[in-house]
């Protein structure tokens, strides 16, 4: 058990409105990962970071933003979302030395 | 585009056969892994293998990585119904990211 939750598992709202998304951390890793899954696509970075405050984007980083204010936890926020988001979201932390990568369990979003 | 390319997309078998996946990339890297993925659950890590090696053992898993051609497989031997799964390979490209292919579905029949 890599110590990751992300709130809410599962969130339902309507095009326009804005979402954050909660990945929390109790191993103290340095980097963390949002990640997008869609059918046919597989895994597509969003952002990751590498520090308290230190963010940066990924491959499909439109329409999303990030913080982490602190170590454990890394915010992904939708700022007007649309129904091209809908989509399930998985934060994820590297073991520094080896890059393996420990997921959470996923929050699945469903933009109306 | 993705960096990394899973063939095939799909795949079936009876139980107790060996299962094949094949993973292709396009830039250098660092290493490459292998995540396994039930259904509605988060990945999970089975093995990674760095740029300077060319093969891999782990319990049932085999992994092999041709730099020259820039492609990976995976097999699994001896395959249970447990291990019907969705199978990703991704690529660490340095910079720490770490870019996912499309994955392969596994289905393994009683």
């Known amino acids: 058990d890599a110590g990751i939750t992300q709130s809410p598992r599962h969130k339902v709202t309507e095009t326009g409105t804005p979402v954050t998304l909660r990945c929390h951390q109790t191993e103290n890793h340095r980097y963390m990962y949002w990640y997008r899954q869609d059918p046919g696509h597989g895994l597509r970075l969003i952002h990751y970071s590498y520090g308290v405050k230190d963010t940066d984007k990924g491959e499909v980083s439109d329409g999303y933003s990030v913080s982490r204010s602190k170590t454990e936890d890394f915010l992904l926020t939708l700022e007007s979302a649309t129904s091209s988001q809908t989509s399930v979201y998985f934060c994820?932390?590297?073991?520094?030395?080896?890059?393996?990568?420990?997921f959470g369990e996923g929050s699945r979003l469903t933009v109306l | 585009s993705q960096q990394g390319e899973e063939d095939p997309q799909a795949l079936s078998i009876q139980e107790g056969e060996n299962a094949t996946m094949n993973c292709s990339y396009k830039?250098?890297?660092?290493?490459l892994q292998w995540y396994r993925q039930n259904s509605g659950r988060g990945l999970v890590h089975l093995i990674l293998i760095r740029s300077n090696e060319r093969e891999k053992h782990s319990g049932r898993l085999r992994v092999t990585l041709d730099t020259s051609k820039k492609s990976s497989s995976l097999l699994i031997t001896a395959s249970r119904a447990a291990d019907t799964a969705s199978y990703f390979c991704a690529t660490d490209t340095g910079g720490f990211k770490t870019i996912f292919g499309a994955g392969t579905r596994l289905f393994v029949k009683a």
């Open positions: 994820a932390i590297r073991e520094g030395d080896t890059g393996e990568l420990f």
């Open positions: 830039t250098s890297i660092n290493n």
